[in-house]
């Protein structure tokens, strides 16, 4: 039974504050993510534009078109 606690002990080895550091690699990776993340939202935006240029045009099936006051309600959360 002591041995577990050795081996564990070598295993199990914890770095200092000072070693731990995030380093320009992961705020570069991070930069990354966040222009992905802005290039993603553009492009969305574009495409429902788009979208929306394309039904308005009629190039959809008109019985499927919205009409501004064919809003409904949310259903109540049944118990």
């Known amino acids: 039974m002591q041995f577990l606690p050795l081996v ?9 504050d000072e070693d ?4 320009w690699l992961a705020f570069a990776i991070f930069i990354g993510l966040i222009l992905a993340v802005a290039f993603l939202g553009f492009s969305l935006v574009k495409q429902l534009r788009k979208a929306e240029a394309a039904e308005e045009a009629g190039l959809y099936d008109p019985s499927d078109r919205k009409k501004p006051g064919d809003q409904q309600p949310p259903s109540a959360p049944t118990a």
């Open 8 to 16: 564990i002990s070598f295993v199990d080895d914890v770095p200092k």
């Open 20 to 23: 731990v550091k995030a380093g």
